[in-house]
């Protein structure tokens, strides 16, 4: 049995800092009682222990007391990516089988004209209270958690996340990177990503304050990290950079306070671990994935340069082995097991194993070397990522294969100064078309980072002898210049 998180840590330390976002703190007591108030609604909202219920928010406190609200109330949270386009949103919704969604005020639009029934967070904040009680301790396979995760097949798949997986991943965490009664995590990672909900499941597990913004600023990131108000962050290579050049641009020095940079969303280039080391900044990459409750492996500070590229070892509960390698450095699919791993889907993956003879199948390819390390190949071999979001060419070209004059439809991520790598499409047209109405196309049917940002018109794509797409040979057909 797992003590209810935030009960247990209300009661262990109710007066320590919980929560800071701006010039507003709450402690863990203050939390406690605002999330117990939530709950109450949600209660009011006809909602009960075992219902399920979908959240669209903004990163702000009044989320992460709905969140908490909807533990206490034994509520399955179907967490929406509110960068999803309407329909995209709209699938999801349906597949996961919610009656209802508690969303922003300013999202109401995403939700309007959908079947499920939309409570805005300023409805909730109205309504009465209805008593209930809190369940004390939860079940290791209770799931707390639905998170959507796209696949190869161009569906996004529902993932599971229960109570003994992020319990399982906070403490792997925690035994990796220590802690201390001064540790503060700024979080501007979105609280709908797991990168983001795990912040939030460490600091009732640790007992940890989180400076929580609402979105990503790079200023405001590296004064927190310059005064020593936080000791640890999580961003992706793209925000690591910003970061830096904060500090840079105004002459700033990182406080000693600061012990993490935990990155994650691939590998860091040497040039800005170089940087980071003469910075002051200890740089942390990571490998994990939605099924596995965030972080698998993890990259020691000490070992980054020296092992450039490398997501590090398997944290401590974690075990990682490459399919089919009898030697170091030989590479095949990346397989993981551990207490942090998915027991299951929903909707319309329900029925899929996430793991063949106990081990997850990632689609990765990588490989161990000599000591242990883990390099990662290829991201799902054709996925691509984007300033650290996950973009699948499958579901692009489902996209694209919808307007009547597109007769076959490629894509594949091409280089990007900015944001690492960008999906581009390559179509062979069976009508007239212009590249710019395909655009616009795919925005009103997909997120804005996941629309092309380029439409190449080719005679043909490359297939294998079995009619199958090669996406890595789609750059060819690129004109050269």
């Not at 075992?50 to 908490?68: N, Q, Y």
């Not at 939860?138 to 996340?161: A, C, E, H, L």
């Not at 974690?318 to 030697?327: D, L, P, Q, R, T």
């Not at 004059?405 to 007239?432: H, L």
Request: with cysteine; hydrophobic share 40%; charged share 20%.
């Amino acid at each position: 049995m797992i003590p209810n998180w935030l009960l247990q840590r209300a009661y262990l330390t109710p007066g320590r800092l919980a929560l800071t976002f701006g010039s507003k703190q709450w402690t863990f007591e203050q939390v406690h009682g605002e999330a117990m108030r939530r709950a109450r609604q949600l209660t009011s909202c006809g909602l009960k222990n075992g219902d399920r219920v979908a959240l669209l928010g903004k990163s702000t406190p009044e989320m992460v007391f709905i969140i908490h609200g909807c533990m206490l109330a034994g509520l399955e949270m179907v967490m929406l990516n509110s960068r999803l386009s309407k329909s995209e949103l709209e699938w999801q919704l349906e597949d996961a089988e919610v009656q209802t969604v508690v969303v922003s005020d300013d999202y109401t639009e995403l939700i309007n004209g959908s079947n499920v029934r939309m409570v805005t967070v300023s409805e909730l904040q109205s309504m009465d209270e209805t008593s209930f009680l809190p369940e004390g301790s939860w079940n290791d396979d209770r799931t707390i958690t639905i998170m959507y995760t796209s696949g190869t097949t161009g569906f996004p798949k529902g993932v599971r996340q229960t109570a003994g997986n992020h319990t399982s991943s906070a403490l792997s965490s925690v035994l990796n990177l220590g802690l201390s009664e001064k540790d503060a995590w700024l979080c501007a990672m979105p609280l709908f990503h797991i990168s983001g909900f795990s912040i939030l499941v460490r600091s009732v597990l640790y007992g940890m304050e989180v400076r929580l913004y609402e979105k990503f600023d790079a200023v405001h990131s590296a004064m927190q990290i310059r005064d020593g108000n936080v000791t640890r962050m999580s961003v992706v290579a793209l925000t690591l950079e910003k970061v830096m050049e904060a500090l840079l641009e105004n002459n700033w020095a990182v406080s000693p306070n600061f012990k993490t940079m935990l990155v994650g969303g691939g590998p860091v280039a040497r040039s800005v671990l170089e940087r980071a080391s003469e910075l002051g900044i200890p740089v942390l990459q990571t490998y994990g994935m939605t099924e596995t409750s965030s972080q698998t492996a993890t990259l020691s500070s000490e070992d980054a340069l020296q092992k450039l590229g490398s997501s590090g070892k398997p944290l401590f509960f974690n075990e990682i082995k490459i399919e089919g390698a009898s030697k170091a450095k030989e590479a095949g699919e990346i397989l993981i097991r551990g207490p942090h791993v998915t027991p299951g889907y929903i909707g319309r993956f329900s029925e899929r194993q996430p793991m063949v003879d106990g081990w997850l199948h990632t689609g990765d390819i990588g490989y161990l070397d000599e000591d242990g390390y883990l390099y990662v190949m290829d991201r799902r071999s054709d996925l691509i990522i984007s300033g650290g979001e996950n973009i699948y060419p499958a579901e692009i070209e489902n996209a694209l294969m919808g307007h009547p004059a597109v007769q076959e439809a490629g894509v594949c991520g091409i280089e990007n100064d900015t944001w690492g790598s960008v999906p581009i499409a390559f179509i062979v047209k069976k009508a007239d078309v212009t590249g710019d109405m395909l655009i616009d196309y795919c925005a009103a049917r997909l997120a804005k980072y996941k629309v092309p940002k380029q439409i190449v018109f080719v005679d043909q794509l490359p297939r294998n002898a079995s009619n199958k797409l090669l996406r890595r040979e789609l750059k060819k057909l690129l004109p050269s210049t």
